[in-house]
């Protein structure tokens, strides 16, 4: 099972080594971590995409709970949540490729962001599977480069993780 | 009044009231240590090894109820503290150690004798900090005692830059601490609790299995109260021993893979497991699909919620302080508590395997180990503090040792490390000087810290060891008989010193025993007549003599060989 795990930590030097450091030692998965500081400055968050049985997942969250640079955490693919990641990928666009790459940017509901000669650079934000799909879609021989961000997510309504 | 960082660091310790630090100095620490110099309350131990300052500084902790301290410089100081700082993380013991490293500027220049201090020692640590600010300094200390002692405890590594303690800083040491991110839970959930007193009046067949978190919570009394009160039968983990006393009739020895026959049977056919302090781990439970096997109910108690349901499904998980849950427990037995008639008959079956006498053995014309340990029991009137090495030696220390008071038993349960008894006795006598203090071991252990026996004769320390000399790594050997067809690969160990002659070099008393009969009159002289001297007992011990029960590795929990089977 396909897990988000949203970590609030203090955004000390360190924190970031303690929580990777955990998930290696212990042999959990990492498909996919983002790392920024918040609103609040002194706190940082994380979010992890893990894969693993409901009993990983909760040694998992008493784990990372038990780190003393963390102060919550929780699973957001329990219940009702938004995720989101940032694709950008380089592709050929050059004589007929170039008409068709833009149309597939559009359906994709991507943005050009970069224009030389024969390259786009186009920046794509969805789910993971979206930006998956996107780069199912289209020639592989015309993707010359790819960076994704990992995962961000965040509950809806009125589930909060916050101190 | 402005004082250099590394005074603040003697006044912390001083404000938490430290008596000893366990160290050794280098250039990262000559700060420091010019202030050890200038005062005299807190005293510095110098070790010959700074494994042997965190071992020293370990059992001080585990044999009182402080947090033990060791200081130790940069680099090469660090790394050579790993194993002691693993070992007191395994086993959870409160520790503050504190590392010299470079001057700031100079972090990650690989400048002389530094090292990623806090990378190094990230994986067994309950914390760690790098202090880059004088002004962190003081509550940098205070987060790091406080965290080593509550919850789950366990060591902590304050990494502190040379230049750091040269500076000036007003100094304040904080009363508290609060920490948004560290809140340990303390009560356990009464509903929970309910359900668990529920279940013990409802057991046919139940067990206390109890480990070392009666000893580091300080539950023992408690746990005695509540286990005489239910009647139930009692089984310590390794770590465990001296929680419950073991000459009390409720007492069936520690059980897992070296545990008694009984306590392992009963362990297996239990239909409720009240499980205190203790994590379920592969030496207690052996195969754990095999322990799954039989339908039971489980209540489990620890103040770490990541040990329940970690390796076996809990039915009952209370996350709380022992003492503080034991105590709710007591009330709600109080009044109209009963337990089943049906337990009457569990402790029939009990003493019907308890008749099997796992633990006997035949003294002939070699001095067995057992017989050792049996005899050391009777000289020290139960009374002593025994620290260990890690081998065959160990187990029979654990078997025929009965500990009836916690703190008593002192060694290396999670990580079995080799080297550890002879540093843990010097950390015990320092805790509890004028007690009798014995460490049992044997000639591959006792090399891998010998080095101590100079610091024992610096300050005096009459620890007794008891070296159960078997000429071979015994607990190697024994695997190896049993599991690969007595191919005794590198498990002989040649070239042994003249232990006797070893001890008198470094001032103290050394005395070889061959014969059975001669046992205990070397033992009586060296807690009498050598009662002040640091006395090493070299028992030249039947090298054949295996550890029984065994559960081998993979083999379900009541899968023993015994000896009597062989
Ligand atoms: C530091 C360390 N290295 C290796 C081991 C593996 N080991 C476990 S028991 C043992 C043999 C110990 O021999 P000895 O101290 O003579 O005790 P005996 O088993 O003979 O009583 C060894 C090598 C260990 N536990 N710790």
Known sequence: MRHIVSILLENEAGALSRVAGLFSARGYNIESLTVAPTEDASLSRMTIVTRGSDEVLEQITKQLNKLVDVVKVVDLSESAHVERELMLIKVRASGKDRDEMKRMADIFRG???????????????????????F?????????????RTGVSGIGRGDRILKV | MMISGAEIVIRCLQEEKVE???????GSVLHIYDAFFKQEQVQHILVRHEQAAVHAADAYSRSS????VALVTSGPGVTNTVTGIATAYMDSVPMVVITGQVPTAYIGQDAFQECDTVGITRPCVKHNFLVKDVKDLAITLKKAFHIAATGRPGPVVVDIPKDITAQMCEFEYPKTIQMRSYNPVVKGHLGQIRKAVQLLQDAKRPILYTGGGIILSNAAEKLTQLAHRLGFPVTNTLMGLGGFPATDRQFVGMLGM???YEANMAMQYADVIIAIGARFDDRVIGNPEHFGEQPRKIVHIDVDPSSISKRVRVDVPIVGNIPEVLDEML????????????????WKQIEEWRGRQCLN????????????????????GGNAFVTSDVGQHQMFAAQYYKFDQPRRWINSGGLGTMGVGLPYAMGVLFANPGAQVACVTGEGSIQMCIQELSTARQFNLPIKIINLNNGYLGMVRQWQEMFYNNRYSESYVTSLPDFVKLAEAYGHVGIRIEKPEDVVPALEKAFTEHKDDLVFMDFIIDPTANVFPMVAAGKGLTEMILAEDL
């Open chain 1, 135 to 147: 780069i199912a879609a289209l020639d592989s021989s015309l993707i010359v480069e790819t960076v």
């Open chain 2, 20 to 26: 000893y630090v366990f160290g050794y100095p280098g």
């Open chain 2, 65 to 68: 109820k402080k947090v033990g």
């Open chain 1, 111 to 133: 943005r050009i962001v970069d224009v030389t000669e024969s390259i786009y650079v186009i920046e794509l934000t969805g789910s993971s599977s979206k930006l998956d799909s």
């Open chain 2, 258 to 260: 070296h545990g008694t």
């Open chain 2, 361 to 380: 053995y035949r003294q002939g014309e070699r001095i067995m180990p057992q017989f050792v340990v049996e005899k050391l029991y009777e000289v020290t």
């Open chain 2, 331 to 346: 009330r709600l037995t109080e009044a109209d508590f009963k337990v089943q008639p049906a337990v009457a008959e569990w």
